[in-house]
């Protein structure tokens, strides 16, 4: 016995695409991939409000990641244990250093 949804009936072309004049528009390639704009939108956030300096090891051999923050002052982060960060925060960059050395 044959199966009949196994043959397409007369007439059907099987994977033909939607007609060009059926009033929708073409897909706008450009938008097409949210994931890459969002992340474009939020690396433009981010370097408009801070300007990484980079990773400083400290006299103790911590590293620590430091920036200057959009108003001017410097915060250095220091990763203490799984989503545990001690912060310092100061006017200057060699403060902050500072500080974070004597601790």
């Known amino acids: ?42 690396e433009t956030e981010v370097a408009a409000s801070e300007q990484f300096s980079g990773w400083v090891v400290l006299a103790n051999g911590a590293r620590g990641h430091l920036t200057q923050k959009a108003d001017g002052s410097w915060e250095l982060a220091i990763h203490l244990q799984r989503d545990f960060f001690q912060v310092f925060t100061a006017p200057t960059r060699d403060e902050v250093l500072r500080v974070a050395g004597a601790v």
């Open 1 to 42: 016995m044959s199966d009949p949804w196994a043959i397409p009936e007369s007439g059907f072309e099987p994977y033909a695409g939607p007609a060009s004049d059926d009033g929708f528009q073409p897909i706008d390639r450009k938008a097409s991939d949210l994931r890459a704009f969002l992340r474009t939108v939020r």
